[in-house]
């Protein structure tokens, strides 16, 4: 009898551990996604990841919505993207997603340089991660 509820314990517990790692994969595929469509300014890309809600923050303190946030980015998109120290947190259908974002921009023509830490929450809708909020704070420029 402790044989199987041993066997029975450990089952649910590999099966939890499975689906965590599952939905972590899932919230990094994500994470990629956003990034790759930032770089190429995707708009349908953008449009997909993003949740309608989006609360879009920068580091200079401007927040935007889902369709300024997309109508940005396709304008003046970044012209390559590094993400460091990235650490995922998933409970429920919420993902917070922090790391280092370092890269370069074309903001309208002119070329920048960016470096700042950011936080994101994803949820989880009708079994596809989106991007619920983004809050970034700059970070001294390396030398």
């Given at each position: 009898m402790k044989k199987i509820l041993f066997i029975v314990l450990f089952s649910a517990c590999t099966a939890i551990a499975f689906a965590q790692t599952a939905d972590q994969?899932?919230?990094e595929a994500a994470v990629e996604t956003l990034r790759q469509a930032m770089v190429s300014g995707d708009k349908a890309a953008l449009e997909n990841i993003a949740?309608?809600?989006?609360?879009?923050g920068h580091s200079n303190g401007k927040i935007e919505d889902k369709a300024t946030f997309v109508a940005a980015?396709?304008?003046?998109?970044?012209?390559k993207i590094d993400l460091t120290e990235q650490t995922v947190y998933i409970n429920d259908n919420i993902a917070l997603v922090r790391h280092k974002l370092t890269g370069e921009n074309n903001d309208n023509g002119t070329p920048g340089k960016v470096n700042i830490a950011v936080l994101t929450v994803w949820q989880k809708q009708k079994g596809q991660w989106?991007?619920?909020g983004r809050q970034a704070v700059k970070l001294v420029q390396p030398s």
């Open positions: 994969k899932a919230v949740a309608d809600a989006l609360s879009y980015l396709v304008k003046s998109h970044f012209i989106k991007l619920l």
